[in-house]
């Protein structure tokens, strides 16, 4: 009797009834679409271990940096103060899935997906490999042999390959260049890093040696997405129950009657997620194609034309007549056209840097000895080039006092992002109801000039108190003649 109390019928594929796991070992069907998909699945791999080394205007083609608070994206850099250009990147990227989908199904889940492309043509692959294919690795599942000598080796190869795959996977969000650093440093030098590499490595070995195609069932999002996604229109990879149907071994008492399915389950133990294709569209289906492959061999075998199974439509497979003009084939290339517009437009748009301009930290003024009010204004400047640049930094509206400026011109290496404060001392009088009116300018020769509209907080004439108010501002293009800051050592 089992130890596990038993569910009414089955869950998951992946699952018994009895709760314990069902190990899918899908047989593979090497037809015409899994040798498409072989050379589409290692060209991605070559261009995911290629992306990270490769530089476009000096740049990362990919980086996103939570350090740094940058995502670089094939030489543009987005700054933290680029919400919405990145929202606007976002919402085409969705749009575009949501695109790809309505077109043709779950092709991203079939054919390009990192899990999908990784765990068929490089994990099963050393696994059939090592085991004796899907007779021996079902032997070895039935044997409970988790841990056999056989199996110890493929998680030791499995292990390595996962280490490789986590650094790959870890340059897209530190670079090349630190993870350089992370490799030749000792683990004790740099501990958190080790971690990060540590479980990053664990995280990608447990997918792949244990989870595997419940990543796919269970965690990812996208397949539940698909029946909202998808219409009748949409290209699945589908049975064709009408043709199929009703199914049978084929022998001398079949009738002319049968359909063209002779029950031989090739479709269903080919299957990475275990499922079977003649019970129609199913989440588990990341229309990988090998069931098509399975079962033309079938059909070449008993003499039926292929495609029993096959890229078509719900609504093809009902005779009814393909339509390209739908709704959302209409409706998501305009809103993917006039996100990417935007986008192109707002990139397009923005200056060769962006100044911010804060206050300083603690009290909003200070008074001096000789009775003269100081102001801390800290100023950000993010260089979107990719040479240095100098930034020299006036004040208007300070004729009266002085304006010390501890780095002018602040020098600002390309796409990176530097701060400085500035001090603007000015007499008591120069205040009229506890504030004085400024502007901030910052300008790299005929390259950027941007002008700051800004608000000196002062003693006002009622109280004689410091004040308390905090604030910051954005650059905004403005003209006023400035008056220069000093420089302090
Ligand atoms: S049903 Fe067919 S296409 Fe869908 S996952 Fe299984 S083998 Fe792949
Ligand atoms: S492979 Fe084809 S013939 Fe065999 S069970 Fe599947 S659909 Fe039927």
Redesign the pocket.
């Known amino acids: 009797m089992s130890a596990h109390p038993v569910a009414a019928g089955r869950v998951l594929p992946t699952l018994n009834e009895d709760g314990s796991r069902n190990w899918i070992r899908?047989r593979v069907s090497p037809g015409p679409w899994w040798r498409r998909r072989q050379v589409i699945a290692y060209v991605l791999m070559f261009v995911f271990f290629a992306i990270p080394h490769v530089r476009i205007m000096g740049k990362p083609a990919f980086l996103m940096s939570f350090p740094k608070r940058e995502f670089t994206l094939m030489g543009y850099t987005f700054l933290p103060t680029d919400t919405l250009l990145f929202m606007l990147l976002l919402a085409s990227g969705v749009i575009g899935i949501f695109l790809l989908t309505a077109l043709f199904g779950r092709v991203w889940c079939?054919w390009a997906c990192p899990q999908t492309v990784y765990l068929e043509f490089l994990f099963r692959p050393i696994e059939r490999l090592l085991e004796g294919g899907y007779v021996g690795s079902r032997k070895l599942d039935r044997e409970k042999k988790f841990w056999g000598g056989r199996r110890i080796l493929k998680y030791a190869i499995y292990a390595v390959l996962s280490l490789f795959l986590a650094h790959t996977f870890l340059a897209y969000f530190v670079g090349t260049e630190e993870l350089a650093v992370w490799v030749r440093q000792s683990p004790w030098e740099h501990p958190k890093s080790f971690m990060v590499m540590a479980i990053t490595t664990i995280a990608i070995w447990y997918n792949f040696t244990y989870f595997r195609e419940q990543t796919c069932l269970i965690a990812c999002p996208y397949g539940r997405w698909q029946s909202v996604l998808l219409d009748k229109q949409s290209v699945i990879?589908a049975y064709d129950y009408n043709r199929g149907e009703p199914r049978g071994h084929q022998n001398a008492s079949s009738t002319a009657s049968a359909g063209d399915c002779i029950d031989c389950k090739a479709?269903v133990t080919?299957?990475?997620?275990?499922?079977?294709?003649r019970d129609g569209l199913?989440m588990?289906?990341?229309?990988?194609?090998?069931?098509?492959d399975?079962c033309d061999s079938i059909m070449d075998k008993v003499g039926k034309p292929r495609g029993l199974?096959r890229y078509s439509s719900q609504e093809a497979l009902a005779g009814k007549p393909r339509k390209l003009l739908r709704p959302r084939v209409v409706l998501y290339p305009l809103a993917l056209s006039l996100s990417l517009g935007a986008l192109l437009f707002a990139m397009a748009s923005k200056e060769s840097a962006d100044v911010t301009v804060l206050r300083g930290m603690g009290a909003p003024f200070v008074e001096e000895a000789n009775g003269q009010i100081a102001n801390q204004i800290r100023i950000k400047i993010a260089n979107r080039g990719n040479s240095e640049a100098r930034y020299t930094i006036n004040v208007d509206g300070a004729r009266s006092g002085r304006v010390i400026a501890p780095e002018n011109p602040l020098v600002v290496q390309g796409g990176t992002t530097r701060e400085t404060s500035i001090f603007v001392v000015m007499p008591r009088d120069a205040f009229e109801n506890g504030e004085r009116a400024i502007s901030v300018n910052v300008k790299d020769g005929a390259r950027f000039s941007n002008s700051i509209p800004w608000r000196l907080q002062g003693p006002s004439a009622a109280s004689g108190n410091n004040g308390s108010a905090t604030g910051s501002a954005t650059g905004s293009a403005g003209t006023n003649s400035a008056a220069p800051a000093e420089g302090r050592p």
């Open positions: 899908p079939g990879v479709c080919t299957c990475p997620t275990g499922i079977d294709i199913q588990e289906c990341v229309h990988c194609t090998q069931c098509i399975a199974i």
